[in-house]
């Protein structure tokens, strides 16, 4: 499998819960730009009188690195998402938005890179938390190993970027 063909792969599984965007006209260019709004709300007894309402949000940003990467080319993305999370805007029934940032490597990546970015943590209060929060989830996909490295923050939708077994 090369990376264009897990970028297809990518796109089929998350098709069903994510709406894809344009591109982003940042200087840096993604393959893929998603993203999924779910809400909840609760009622008592009629859809007019509301208990609760909360929201959750994922934005994923897909790059393909057809040459092994290095920590230098990884910085910007890391970056670019942490600006996005700082600029966020929320209401009172948001609850918590998940940012992706999935880097497809067609040559693999260092171990250490991997080890560093399998332990890199971004996190985000707004208004001391009444607004919600958000979390950096980081994903390596290694073409040649078939194997998908992620941080903390990525352990609950790993799923959607594992091989087929």
Not at 98 to 104: G, K, N
Not at 125 to 142: H, P, Q
Request: charged share 25%; aromatic share 14%; with cysteine.
């Amino acid at each position: 499998m090369d990376g264009n063909t897990y970028l297809k792969l990518l796109e089929r599984r998350l098709e069903r819960y994510f709406d894809n965007k344009a591109l982003v006209q940042d200087e840096l260019l993604f393959s893929l730009v998603a993203e999924l709004n779910a809400s909840d709300e609760g009622y008592f007894l009629v859809h007019s009188i509301k208990t609760y309402s909360v929201q959750h949000n994922e934005y994923l940003f897909v790059k393909h690195f057809p040459a092994e990467v290095t920590k230098d080319e990884l910085q910007p993305y890391l970056e670019l998402l942490c600006q996005r999370m700082q600029q966020l805007k929320t209401t009172t029934e948001h609850m918590s938005s998940l940012f992706a940032l999935v880097l497809i490597c067609e040559q693999g990546m260092g171990e250490a890179l991997k080890q560093e970015l399998s332990k890199y943590k971004y996190h985000k209060d707004y208004c001391f938390s009444l607004k919600g929060w958000s979390d950096l989830a980081v994903y390596v996909v290694d073409i040649p190993k078939q194997e998908v490295t992620y941080n903390k923050a990525g352990r609950k939708t790993k799923q959607y970027f594992e091989f087929s077994k």
